[in-house]
């Protein structure tokens, strides 16, 4: 399951969100998580369960996964439609996922 294309993302309240293994390595806490060299179970799975991020909220972090991943050799990128309602519950997703963290080039 380690090898597989797709990573699934499961939320505190049991949804269930298949990725693009590659585009979810814009996070480098799942990018650490699916290291095979570590012993995170979910390098093993393949399955990264997140129990304080919640279904919708989730789900906005695979969209943006498989926004970044579709977009990241663009330069004119449309804007990712993001809720009012969810900026601080996204905000607090990112930072734990280490998107902050990421950096071009």
């Known amino acids: 399951m380690a ?3 797709y990573v699934t993302l499961v939320s505190s309240d049991g949804f269930e969100f298949v990725v ?3 585009a ?3 996070s480098t806490t799942i990018k650490a998580m699916l290291d095979p060299n570590s012993q995170f ?3 093993k799975t393949g399955r990264c369960i997140f ?3 919640n279904g919708n909220v989730l789900e906005k972090v695979a969209e943006y996964f498989n926004y970044w991943y579709r977009n990241r050799d663009k330069e004119d990128v449309p804007d990712l439609d993001i809720p009012v309602e969810m ?3 996204l905000l607090m ?3 734990f996922l280490g998107l902050d963290s990421f950096k071009t080039g």
Do not use: M, N, Y
């Open 87 to 89: 900026c601080l519950e």
């Open 20 to 22: 693009l293994r590659k």
């Open 24 to 26: 979810t390595l814009v």
């Open 3 to 5: 090898d597989s294309k």
């Open 51 to 53: 129990p304080d991020i």
């Open 93 to 95: 997703a990112a930072d």
């Open 41 to 43: 179970f979910e390098s």
